[in-house]
């Protein structure tokens, strides 16, 4: 931007003294050998060199982002000697440079890596995660890694995570992994975010695991004896369920018949207390149609025998 600037004030310059000079140059008889045609020719030339060459360059350090003006030159070539900046920034190019570290989350998705796994399995990993940077520290990185942010991300940070992933996926057996993914990926990203503290912070990773060919299909048989051990606990709870049903049901009807018998004993009983030789006196007599039964002794004297009709 300065560049141009400066190649746009030449430009005025120079037509400004042209008017200005244009009657005694015409008056010098040839234009092109005044003096003052030439000077204003030389003006417009180093100002146009001068504008392509000079070092200074103006920039925006934009928010969300923390700025670092670091001196290239002395014995410490800009180790020690940095500066934080904030909006417009001039410098010289060939003395200082600038770094813009971002302060909010970035995304990084990292190309597929190997790993091995407990017991020697390998796997194949495509990791993905979110990071921020802690600002206050942005300086005390720039002292020890001397990089930009994406060179930072490319090397230092992806070792970092690369390392942690491998790290971790020792302690795992390579079914467990998928078994229990977020467990591990938790695992993780608690690991690193110890190794990278200092002066980052890691969330949301993924790893993206891949399991090895030969053993993706023990893996999937594996899952399937346990989801069928799963299927027949819950039927063998449910035939429990079932039993105890049936025989909470074999009780209470038992229990129902011996109450109905128990109240048809009651019956009974009452009904034999009630019956007394009076109350059995009076059924006879209603059940009696009023005739008497008549029979005569063999030997003729006429004796009748009253009998009771039941």
């Not at 942690?164 to 990203?189: G, L, M, P, S």
């Not at 109450?259 to 009076?278: C, F, H, M, P, Y």
């Not at 005569?296 to 009709?309: E, F, R, V, Y």
């Amino acid at each position: 931007m300065i560049s141009v600037l400066f190649l746009i004030v030449t430009i005025v310059i120079t037509v400004l003294y042209f008017r200005a000079n244009l009657p005694a140059m015409r008056a010098s008889g040839r234009f092109t050998a005044s003096s003052k045609f030439w000077f204003g020719l030389v003006v417009l030339l180093g100002g146009t060199i001068i504008s392509v060459t000079q070092p200074f360059v103006m920039e925006r350090v934009d928010a969300g982002h923390v700025g670092i003006k670091v001196n290239l030159t002395g014995d410490d070539r800009g180790v020690s000697k940095f500066e934080y900046r904030t909006g417009w920034v001039i410098y010289n190019t060939w003395v200082s440079k600038l770094y813009e570290f971002p302060t909010y989350q970035q995304h990084i998705d990292y190309p597929e890596q190997q790993v091995i796994t407990k017991g020697g399995f390998s796997a194949t990993i495509k990791p993905s995660f979110n990071y921020s940077l802690k600002p206050g520290d942005v300086g005390d990185m720039f002292q020890n890694l001397r990089l930009g942010i994406k060179e930072i991300e490319q090397q230092w940070l992806q070792t970092a995570i690369v390392g942690t992933v491998n790290d971790v996926a020792n302690k795992w057996a390579v079914d467990d992994i998928f078994n229990q993914r977020e467990k591990f990926e938790a695992d993780i990203v608690a690991e690193a975010n110890k190794r990278v503290a200092k002066w980052f912070t890691i969330s949301q990773l993924r790893t993206n695991i891949i399991p090895p060919a030969a053993l993706q299909q023990s893996i999937e048989a594996k899952t399937k004896a346990i989801q069928e051990v799963q299927v027949a606990e819950n039927q063998r709870l449910v035939a429990i369920a079932e039993g105890d049903r049936k025989i909470a049901q074999a009780r209470a009807d038992s229990a129902a018949q011996v109450i109905a018998a128990a109240g048809e004993a009651e019956a009974i009983r009452r009904k034999q207390v009630s019956l007394n030789n009076t109350y059995i006196d009076y059924l006879k007599i209603q059940k009696w149609d009023g005739k008497l039964p008549q029979v005569q002794t063999g030997n003729g004297n006429g004796l009748i025998l009253s009998l009771d009709k039941q």
